[in-house]
Each structure stands twice: as structure tokens, then as C-alpha cells.
């Protein structure tokens, strides 16, 4: 198992709605060094009562498109098994291709209004582009944890249910300065209440 690097956390004392919070949420804020939101950040969390058994849903669905020369959602967060489609909605054809180590694949030539899919069999981090057109680049982050979910605009992002005791928290960002782009947090969960913290990450320059 790789050893990932420890980061701290600082408290935030950000708003998080109106709504109540409940106990064994975790509040999450992903911001840059200079303070600045961090949107499209991965948080998985691992709770200390370990992630329970069953099949992994989320609610955003498997489908990336191809709309205006580009990956729609750029990053996608999808369970171990999952069979993404990929929609071409451009009126150019594309060839997606991924050289990452948790899936390596290509989908040659399809055009408008076509469909393709493949389906992801091992966690990680999948890097896609398209072979004719290089400005392309999406992200697929395969999870095995149902305690997943990606920042917003704001940086934010709730991760609810978790058990009480230590988990282990870690972000992702595909820009982000560090051993696969991703760094492990240690958050303490309250028996009651939610836990609110900021993590603050490095990102590479250009991003």
C-alpha cells in the first residue's frame, strides 16, 4: 500500500447553509495557497467504521459527453465497475484514448449523435484525451468508497454519514502539486455534530 503524504488541516469557519448539519458529516473546504477555491477537487473519505457493504451509487449518473470540442463533466467520480458512456454531441468526430495505469484503453472513431462505453475495473485516477484533437482532457476518478463527491465553485463540499472516529480523507485535484495528485488527511468525527475544516493544496503553475 503507497504511503501518502499527511497533511494538516486547519479549522474553517465557513457557512454551510441553513439547513441543519448532522452528526457525522464532514464539511469540507479545498482551497489553493493563496486561499482561493478549488473547484473540481476529489474528496474520499474512509470512515473508521469502514465503508459498507453493497453496490456504489451516486447520483450525477456514468456519462461523460463530448459537447464543443471538450469533456463534459471534466472530472467524473464513478465506483469500481461502472460502465461510462460517452456521447459524442459534436458535429467533428473523436478517439478517446487514457494511457493511466488503472485503465488503459482506446474508443476509435465515432461520430455525432454515436455512443461508446467502457467500463472501469480497477480504482485510481483515469486521464482521457482525444487522438484528434489535442486540447481535449477529462478525468475519471474510479472509487471504491461510497463517500465520495467533488468540489463546486465554492470549493465546498459535504461528505454525510460517516462513523465516529478517525478517517482518513483524501483529496485529489489532476493539477494538484503532489505523489498522484492527491494528499491524505487524518479528520477526527465527533459522535455528535459535524466536523468543518479547510485543506489547503498546491497546485502546479497554469492551472
Known amino acids: 500500500m503507497r504511503k501518502l ?3 494538516s488541516l486547519s479549522f474553517a469557519a465557513f457557512a454551510i447553509g441553513t439547513a441543519p448539519a448532522h452528526a457525522g ?18 474528496v474520499t473519505v474512509r470512515p473508521a467504521g469502514g465503508i459498507p457493504a453493497g453496490p456504489i451509487r451516486f447520483p450525477w449518473g456514468t456519462t461523460m459527453v463530448q459537447e464543443n470540442i ?6 467524473l467520480i464513478v465506483p469500481v465497475g461502472a460502465t461510462v458512456r460517452f456521447p459524442n ?24 449523435d454515436e455512443t461508446r462505453s467502457y467500463t472501469f475495473k480497477t480504482a485510481g485516477a483515469v486521464a482521457l484525451g482525444c487522438n484528434i484533437h489535442d486540447q ?9 468508497t461510497p ?20 478517517a482518513q480523507v483524501t ?11 492527491e494528499q ?3 479528520v477526527p468525527v465527533p459522535g455528535s455534530g459535524p466536523v468543518v475544516r479547510t485543506a489547503t493544496v498546491t497546485l502546479r503553475a497554469g492551472s
Not at 70 to 75: G, M, N, T
Not at 148 to 153: E, F, L, M, N, P
Not at 171 to 181: A, F, L, T, Y
Open 5 to 7: 503524504r499527511i497533511a
Open 25 to 42: 458529516d464532514l464539511d469540507l473546504r479545498v482551497v489553493d495557497a493563496a486561499g482561493r477555491p478549488v473547484s473540481d477537487a476529489v
Open 70 to 75: 471538450a469533456f463534459q463533466p471534466h472530472v
Open 89 to 112: 454531441h459534436d458535429k467533428v468526430r473523436h478517439h478517446i484514448y487514457s494511457f493511466s495505469r488503472p485503465a488503459k484503453f482506446e474508443i476509435k472513431l465515432f461520430g455525432k
Open 136 to 144: 481535449m482532457s477529462g478525468f475519471i476518478k474510479v472509487v471504491d
Open 147 to 166: 463517500f465520495a463527491a467533488k468540489t463546486g465553485a465554492n470549493g465546498q463540499v459535504r461528505i454525510p454519514g460517516l462513523a465516529a472516529g478517525t
Open 171 to 181: 483529496v485529489w485535484h489532476p493539477m494538484m502539486k503532489s505523489k498522484d495528485n
Open 184 to 186: 491524505l488527511v487524518l
